[in-house]
C-alpha cells in the first residue's frame, strides 16, 4: 500500500484494521464521524473558541467568549447541523456541557493559560537515513507556555480513558509509549525550537484529568524507529486483512458491527423489475432484506443482495494488484465521501512545512 504521509491516526487506523487504513489512506474514501465523535467535536470547538480568545485577548472585550453555555449552543446547532443523521437526546447537549464545566474548574481552564496557538497544522518530511519520501502530518489542538523556556501541548480528551486498540486503561507509562504525543513531540521542536523543555498532557475530561508525559533523546530515536518499521510494514502489505478476520481479535469484531462506518452500513444491489440488467447500488444503514420491493425516482426495484459495506469492498480483492485499478474505481464511482475537513486540508497555506533532519 502506499504511504507518504503518516498522522497518529492512520497509524492507529492500520494497527486496529489493516484493511480499514487501505480503504481511508490508499483508495481515500472519507471517514464519517460517529455521534461520540461529533459530541467530542463540540466540546473541543468550545474549548478552542475561548483559547483562540485568550490568546488576543479577545475574551475581555467580548461577552459571548466568557460564556460556555452561548458558545455551546452556536456549537450545537452547528454540528447537529453537519451531521444531521445522527439521534440527538437532551442527554447528549447535557454530556457536552458537563465536559466542558470539567475543563473550567481548573487551572487548564483556557483563561489561564498562556496560548501560544490553537489547531496548528504541520506538515514535515524526514530527511533521516532510510526514510523514503516519507513523513509525519498532524493537528495539535492547543499549545501553551506556562514558563518562558517550556512549552506544553495540551489535549482535551472526551472519550473513555482506554486504548481502543487494546482495551487498557491509559496511564502516564502507557502515554509515553503512544504514537500520538511522540509525532507531536518531533512537530513541535521544530516549529518552536526556542524552548528548553516540552510537555505533552492529555486531558481526561470523564476519568482522570490530566496526564502529563515528556520526552529524551533516546525515546525520539526510538519515535524514529517505530516510524520507519510502520512505513515499511505498511508499504509491504499487498494484502491487509480485516480486524473481523483475525483469528486473535475475533472477540473485538463487534467495533466491525457496531463503530466502523464500513461494517455498519450496507451495500444493497436491486434490479430494475422491468428492465432486470439494470442495478441500483446505495449505502444505508438500515438496509431493506433480499426480495424487499423499493422505489427511486418512480422505478421499481427488487432487493437481489445485500452486503456490509466492507464485505463488498473486500470481495474485489481491491490490494491485488491484478484487480486493484477496477476496484478503486468501482469504489471511487460508489462511494460518496464527504469533504475533508479542515484538519485534513494540507492545502493551507497556513500550514507549518519543513523537514526534519
Not at 474549548?47 to 466568557?66: D, G, S
Not at 516540552?198 to 530515536?221: A, K, L, Q, S
Not at 450496507?266 to 424487499?292: K, S
Request: aromatic share 12%; proline share 4%.
Amino acid at each position: 500500500m502506499k504511504i507518504n504521509w503518516m498522522r497518529a491516526s492512520s497509524y492507529k487506523t492500520y494497527k486496529d484494521c489493516p484493511f480499514k487504513y487501505f480503504l481511508h489512506h490508499d483508495v481515500g474514501i472519507e471517514s464519517i464521524a460517529g455521534k461520540k465523535a461529533n459530541l467530542g467535536t463540540i466540546v473541543h470547538w468550545v474549548l478552542e473558541q475561548m483559547a483562540k480568545a485568550k490568546r488576543i485577548n479577545r475574551h475581555e472585550k467580548h461577552p459571548v467568549l466568557l460564556d460556555p453555555a452561548r458558545l455551546l449552543e452556536v456549537a450545537w446547532k452547528r454540528y447537529t447541523g453537519l451531521y444531521p443523521n445522527h439521534d440527538y437526546k437532551p442527554a447528549d447537549k447535557r454530556f457536552c456541557a458537563e465536559q466542558i464545566n470539567a475543563v473550567l474548574d481548573t487551572d487548564y481552564h483556557p483563561y489561564n493559560l498562556n496560548v501560544l496557538s490553537t489547531e496548528k497544522q504541520f506538515e514535515l518530511k524526514i530527511g533521516k537515513p532510510f526514510f523514503e519520501d516519507f513523513g509525519i502530518r498532524g493537528t495539535i489542538d492547543l499549545i501553551t507556555a506556562p514558563a518562558e523556556d517550556t512549552l506544553e501541548v495540551i489535549d482535551y480528551k472526551t472519550g473513555e480513558r482506554k486504548d481502543w486498540i487494546t482495551g487498557e486503561e491509559l496511564d502516564v507509562e502507557k502515554l509515553h509509549a503512544d504514537i500520538q504525543f511522540r509525532v507531536y513531540d518531533l512537530a513541535v521542536r521544530k516549529i518552536y525550537p526556542q524552548f528548553k523543555n516540552y510537555m505533552y498532557t492529555m486531558y481526561f475530561t470523564r476519568n482522570g484529568g490530566p496526564f502529563t508525559v515528556t520526552f529524551t533523546d533516546e525515546d525520539r530515536v526510538h519515535t524514529y524507529d517505530i516510524l520507519y518499521k510502520a512505513q515499511q510494514q505498511i508499504r509491504g502489505d499487498e494484502s491487509p486483512k480485516r480486524l473481523k478476520d483475525d483469528r486473535g481479535r475475533m472477540m473485538e469484531s463487534w467495533k466491525c458491527r457496531s463503530v466502523c462506518q464500513f461494517g455498519k452500513t450496507f451495500a444493497v444491489i436491486a434490479n430494475e423489475v422491468e428492465h432486470p440488467e439494470n442495478i441500483i447500488l446505495e449505502y444505508l444503514t438500515d438496509p431493506p432484506g433480499v426480495g424487499d420491493i423499493i422505489e427511486r425516482n418512480d422505478t421499481v426495484y427488487i432487493v437481489t443482495e445485500v452486503y456490509s459495506q466492507c464485505d463488498y469492498f473486500h470481495a474485489f480483492k481491491p490490494y491485488s494488484k491484478t484487480s486493484a485499478a477496477y476496484a478503486k474505481e468501482l469504489i471511487s464511482l460508489t462511494v460518496k465521501g464527504e469533504a475533508v475537513s479542515a484538519r485534513n486540508d494540507y492545502n493551507n497555506p497556513k500550514i507549518f512545512k519543513g523537514t526534519i533532519t
